[in-house]
């Protein structure tokens, strides 16, 4: 190898689970995995150019790979025994569980993009609507909040402005 050839090896600048280094997700996102010794945890990794790690404040176990542009691209989870990685999508929705009336009131969103731990990103799409009051019919309260899970007016949305919302790899270049 010549010597402006190894100018160009930028070291690992991370350490990763050896057991998600076969993730074909981290692969596709430019995560590279170096050597590593049979029996080791961890295992020296390269991330993509202007990318972090960063974890959530509450554990260790809880690692995020953050883009260039401060977007939480990947969940890792670790334990002693195991480690899981989360794709992360640029939208993502479902209910608003911030709403302090559940007993009367549901709202469904859209968020684009996660924060670290809880943070759910912003919301780019909302309904509301009322629900029977919890405490005068809890079958009927229950059932149309179940009916809810669907998230049809959500999906629609997504599928009207981002038809490629449901591609992991879609719309992280547009802010």
């Not at 509301?128 to 149309?144: C, E, G, I, M």
């Amino acid at each position: 190898m010549s010597e402006s050839n190894l100018d160009c090896i930028r070291p690992y600048d991370v350490s990763l689970p050896v057991v998600i280094s076969e993730n074909q997700f981290l692969i596709g996102l430019g995560v590279e995995f170096g050597p590593f010794q049979s029996g080791d945890k961890w295992r020296q990794s390269r991330i993509p150019l202007g990318w972090s790690i960063k974890r959530d404040g509450k554990s260790d176990n809880h690692i995020y790979l953050v883009d260039s542009n401060n977007s939480f691209r990947s969940f890792i989870y670790t334990n002693k025994n195991s480690s899981k990685v989360k794709i992360m999508f640029r939208f993502h929705f479902g209910i608003d569980e911030s709403i302090l009336d559940r007993t009367t009131k549901v709202r469904l969103c859209v968020w684009d993009k996660f924060g670290a731990g809880d943070k759910l990103g912003k919301v780019v799409f909302e309904v509301s609507y009322s629900l029977p009051n919890l405490r005068v019919n809890k079958n009927a309260h229950q059932r149309l909040l179940e009916s809810f899970n669907n998230k049809d007016e959500c999906g629609k949305w997504l599928n009207d402005n981002y038809p490629d919302w449901n591609d992991s790899s879609a719309y992280w270049e547009v802010l």
